[in-house]
Nanobody, 123 residues
């Protein structure tokens, strides 16, 4: 089982990035997949999730209207389009998979985790 996040980097405030998360080794269609992030000195938080079964989505208030999550089930890949990036978005971004949609914000219930990709937004 593998979740490989990529696409992070250094950008200036106001710019955009797209993160990708390539999944393998499990039934992608049967899971809800989400993005979490951990900023320096802060706890890891759920920011966006999507159900591979019906496309339901969740966004944290801090990213709503700026970030867009999507998935390509044929490629077993999750995406996060991040627009209007702010210095407060600086964090390591992780993708993770959970078998039940109702648990998308419960980190302890996520069965699989990627290693993370660093996003740095300069002011």
């Amino acid at each position: 089982v593998q979740l490989q996040a990529s696409g992070g980097g250094l950008v200036q405030a106001g710019e955009s990035l797209r993160l990708s998360c390539a999944a393998s080794g499990f039934a992608f269609d049967d899971y809800s997949i989400g993005w979490f992030r951990q900023a320096p000195g802060k706890e890891r938080e759920a920011i966006s999730c999507i159900s591979s079964r019906d496309g339901s989505t969740y966004y944290a208030d801090s990213v709503k209207g700026r970030f867009a999550i999507s998935s390509d089930n044929a490629k077993n890949t999750l995406y996060l389009r991040m627009n209007s990036l702010e210095p407060e978005d600086t964090a390591v971004y992780y993708c993770a998979a959970v078998p039940e949609w109702r648990l998308v914000k419960v980190q302890s219930k996520h069965r699989y985790w990627g290693l993370g990709t660093l996003v740095t937004v300069s002011s």
